[in-house]
């Protein structure tokens, strides 16, 4: 299963009134220490936005994000690695993911982009932003940020530990809407589809859970972004959802003002996926915080 159902996209995307465009092409390059990344590759412009997932996620997380977000964006929505499609490392430093994400831009080409991060993703994007210069238009922080509430994702960390070996998908799938049983079970699925993979003994995570997750080491490089935000003279947008234990609305403003140029904004009926929950309400966030700054 390299892809999820595409009927199931179209009926997700359809039950949100989001508009269908064509797949988006799978895209890989070799990063400079051998590790191959993929990436999904939304056609169009002329703007281009970089996507970058949360922990334990996948590129496919921000599928609906980028159909709302319309052909005059092109999205290009990163495995970082170690997850979805992308191969494996002996480790995760947050420093060498954002090395993938710079050297993503340089195959891209382009003379200026978009960069945004959801969780994990937001940590990578906000270290890479300083080593893209001038070429970094706009960058955008989704649900993250110093002093996050780490204890507030106990419960889903708890629940990703504990997933065994499943018969199919679906399995997986009602084992997490009782934890969460508040998602969409179709969102569910979806999600899910993308985020296993046949084994030997039924479908098991395709990210790489060899060893425990350094935990230490990405809170470490969140609470970094704080002294680095100086470095960051492109304007900043920190999103939070409403509904979010991770960050809080003072820790969101108190980000947001640590920039130059920062600004934060809140998305109604959301939790800390705000790009599965609300992906039309974060979409014209984005685009508008996008369109005011390419004026």
């Excluded at 195959?107 to 200026?112: E, I, Y």
């Excluded at 904004?265 to 915080?289: C, F, K, W």
Aim: hydrophobic share 45%.
């Amino acid at each position: 299963m390299d892809r999820p159902s595409l009927e199931l996209l179209r009926r997700l995307a359809a039950a949100r009134a989001i508009p269908m465009r064509p797949a988006p092409s799978s895209g890989w390059m070799q990063a400079s220490d051998g590790v191959d990344l993929h990436y999904l590759d939304w056609a169009g412009g002329p703007e281009t936005l970089i996507l970058l997932h949360g922990g334990s996620l996948s590129a496919h997380s921000f599928d609906l994000l980028a159909l709302a977000m319309g052909e005059g964006v092109r999205c290009v929505a990163l495995d970082l690695r170690g997850h979805g499609l992308s191969g494996w490392a002996d480790s995760y430093p947050v420093e060498r993911a954002a090395a993938d994400v710079i050297e993503l831009a340089d195959r891209l080409g382009v003379a200026t982009l978009h960069l945004a991060g959801m969780s994990l993703g937001g940590c990578v994007a906000g270290h890479a932003a300083p080593g893209l210069g001038a070429r970094l238009a706009s960058l955008a922080f989704i649900d993250v940020g110093p002093d996050v509430r780490f204890a507030a994702t106990a419960r889903m960390r708890a629940f990703m530990a504990s997933v065994r070996p499943a018969t199919c998908v679906e399995e997986v799938v009602r084992w997490a809407l009782a934890v969460s049983p508040r998602t969409d079970p179709d969102l569910m699925l979806y999600r899910y589809q993308s985020l296993l993979k046949p084994g030997p003994e039924g479908f098991v995570w395709r990210a790489d859970r060899r060893r425990p997750t350094d935990f230490a080491h990405i809170l470490g490089r969140v609470a970094e972004l704080a002294g680095q935000a100086g470095q960051v003279q492109c304007p900043v947008l920190v999103v939070k959802g409403r509904r979010s234990r991770v960050l809080s609305r003072a820790a969101a403003r108190a980000f947001a003002d640590r920039f130059p140029r920062g600004d934060w904004a809140m998305v109604s009926d959301a939790g800390h996926n705000i790009q599965e929950d609300q992906p039309l309400a974060l979409a014209a966030t984005l685009r508008a915080h996008i369109q005011e700054m390419s004026r």
